[in-house]
């Protein structure tokens, strides 16, 4: 069954923690960037940590549910939650090592492309987007690569670390599509306690078989990590992750595109640093594509017939 099929109408719990989702994840490059440790280390300790955080709860309030995942037909929604994590660590895999072998702005521009990847996906799932949601990705996606200022280089280094922030953009839209199928029935809490878990534990191995260091970090790092784990793990991919429950994959990857004038705002605010004014036209494209995917999304949800449904055990999700 299509997720439309159950999705209830977006509600203003859903819009604030849509909002605060999107400040928390533009926290995330300057974090990483001030952070002395390799990126992959930094992305194991945030999963790790977060799910430190989350299971006491859920293994607690959710052990039933933890159940449901592991018998009959509940066993599909628990190989959703995994393979989400299984996406997830592939995305910090290949994403994160691109901005060592390309330019950064190359790596994020084309890690970019995420809502495209997401419109093919809900495209082969038999889905048909409005024309103008794909316009505003279109605009959100040219409005990030000139945003970002990305340079192409021709070298073959570089030409790896495009093809790998490439690869992190399709594997982004994968995770967040397991995400909205796997939130369609299971609760935010369970959801993310095992898609964190499985995203850990592979990357615990990629770091092991890599020989990439995971400690002997100075206190300032591990700070920034701490940071990362409350604000971009918890608030940012957690709360974008109960979204999906009201929220398609699609509008979301949109959205998270807002982490490119969020940063910079943070940047302003935080560091003093004033954006490039010629980066200014690309933040006022993306903005423009964001509110027409916002738009569209709207009008083709007011179109759908109301179905009533069983919902999951946290549609009050902040208290899970």
Same mark, same amino acid.
């Given at each position: ?72 037909? @509940? ?43 997401? @419109? ?151 560091? @003093? ?48």
């Amino acid at each position: 069954m299509p997720p439309e099929a159950h999705r209830p109408p977006p509600d203003l719990l859903t819009t604030g923690a849509l909002a605060l989702a999107v400040v928390a994840v533009s926290s995330s490059a300057p974090l990483i960037a001030f952070a002395a440790a390799p990126a992959l280390a930094v992305a194991f300790w945030r999963n790790l940590l977060s799910v430190a955080v989350l299971s006491p709860f859920a293994l607690t309030r959710r052990r039933a549910e933890f159940r449901s995942l592991t018998i009959g037909a @509940g066993r599909r929604d628990g190989v959703f939650c995994v393979l989400s994590g299984v996406a997830l660590a592939a995305h910090f895999a290949t994403w994160m090592p691109s901005a060592k072998l390309t330019s950064v702005a190359a790596a994020t521009a084309l890690v970019a492309t995420q809502p495209v990847w997401q @419109g093919l996906i809900a495209r082969a799932q038999g889905r048909r987007l409005p024309l103008g949601m794909w316009a505003g990705i279109g605009l959100a996606v040219v409005g990030a690569v000139l945003a970002t200022g990305a340079d192409f280089t021709l070298s073959g280094e570089a030409f790896a670390g495009d093809l790998l922030a490439v690869a992190g953009g399709m594997f982004a839209a994968v995770y967040t599509a397991l995400g909205e199928r796997a939130r369609a029935t299971v609760s935010t809490a369970t959801y993310t306690t095992i898609c964190y878990g499985v995203c850990a534990l592979i990357l615990l191995v990629v770091c092991l078989v890599g020989q990439v260091p995971l400690g002997g970090f100075d206190t300032g790092t591990w700070l920034a990590v701490l940071a990362l784990v409350g604000g971009a793990q918890l608030l940012g991919h957690s709360m974008f992750n109960y979204a999906l429950r009201r929220i398609s994959a699609t509008t979301i990857s949109v959205l998270i595109l807002l982490e490119a004038p969020g940063a910079a705002l943070l940047g302003w605010a935080w560091l @003093g640093q004033l954006p490039d004014p010629v980066t200014l036209p690309g933040l006022a494209l993306l903005l423009a594509g964001v509110a027409v995917v916002v738009l569209s999304s709207a009008r083709s949800a007011r179109r759908l017939p109301r179905v009533t449904t069983a919902v999951p055990a946290d549609t009050a999700p902040l208290r899970d």
